[in-house]
């Protein structure tokens, strides 16, 4: 399987800070993803990158932004947090051993109080 | 835009029967790929299944198959001798392979299944 590890595995943040999760990948992979799930919705795309400083919006963008520096790391910064950004974020790798499915990481849960 | 519906939020079945969750899709496009993720409480994501459309084949995986029904744009996932391993939410995802270079997945709301002893 893909190396993929996110970090952190849990955090709680006040509103208005801001906030930075990771994904680390081992496999060298192009595409890398950035998904949040809330009930009843799903898994809903906020960022995504198709190669070194390459990165595209998503269908819930707003309020996030991501740096890819290094093919091995995607970031994911919410830059005023708040309530509504409350979710489990998903890093993803499109893996052609699988189809051209996902790999996923472990997931964070992010609270915003 | 493709859109993928699961329309039973929850699904329950006693330990050993079968069970079929369902998923809709829109698209118009011809060539597509088909996905069933299975999410258990560690809520680690899984892939259980994967349909090609050009594939007439249903998929297998051990207890897990597919109906897959290009027409009718529905894919329905079936475990048999359900485990209590299978409690999950399950979700399914639709990705299309003409944007070869951007492999965006698109999923449903999900169904969590719960296994009855």
């Known amino acids: 399987d893909a190396g993929i590890t996110q970090s952190p595995r849990h955090k709680v943040t006040e509103t208005g800070t801001p906030v930075t999760l990771r994904c680390h990948q081992t496999?060298?992979?192009?595409?890398m993803y950035w998904y949040r799930q809330d009930p009843g919705h799903g898994l809903r795309l906020i960022h995504y990158s198709y190669g070194v400083k390459d990165t595209d919006k998503g269908e819930v963008s707003d309020g996030y932004s991501v740096s890819r520096s290094k093919t091995e790391d995607f970031l994911l910064t919410l830059e005023s947090a708040t309530s509504s950004q409350t979710s489990v974020y998903f890093c993803?790798?499109?893996?052609?051993?699988?189809?051209?499915?996902?790999?996923f990481g472990s997931g964070t849960r992010l609270t915003v109080v | 835009a493709q859109t993928v519906t699961q329309s039973q939020p929850e699904m329950s079945v006693q330990e050993a029967e079968t069970v079929t969750l369902s998923c809709t899709y829109d698209?118009?496009?011809?060539?597509?790929?088909l996905f069933w993720y299975k999410q258990p409480p560690s809520r680690q994501m899984i892939l259980v299944i994967r349909?090609?459309?050009?594939?007439?084949q249903n998929a297998t995986e051990n207890r897990f198959s597919v109906n897959f029904q290009k027409a009718a744009k529905s894919f329905s996932l079936k475990i048999s001798d359900s485990q209590l391993g299978d409690a999950a939410m399950y979700f399914c995802?639709?990705?299309?392979?003409?944007?070869?270079?951007?492999?965006?997945?698109?999923f449903g709301t999900g169904t969590r299944l719960t296994i009855i002893p």
């Open positions: 993803a790798i499109s893996d052609r051993d699988r189809g051209y499915g996902y790999t």
């Open positions: 698209t118009s496009e011809s060539d597509y790929y």
């Open positions: 349909q090609e459309a050009y594939k007439q």
């Open positions: 995802a639709y990705r299309s392979s003409t944007n070869f270079g951007n492999e965006k997945l698109t």
């Open positions: 496999e060298n992979h192009r595409y």
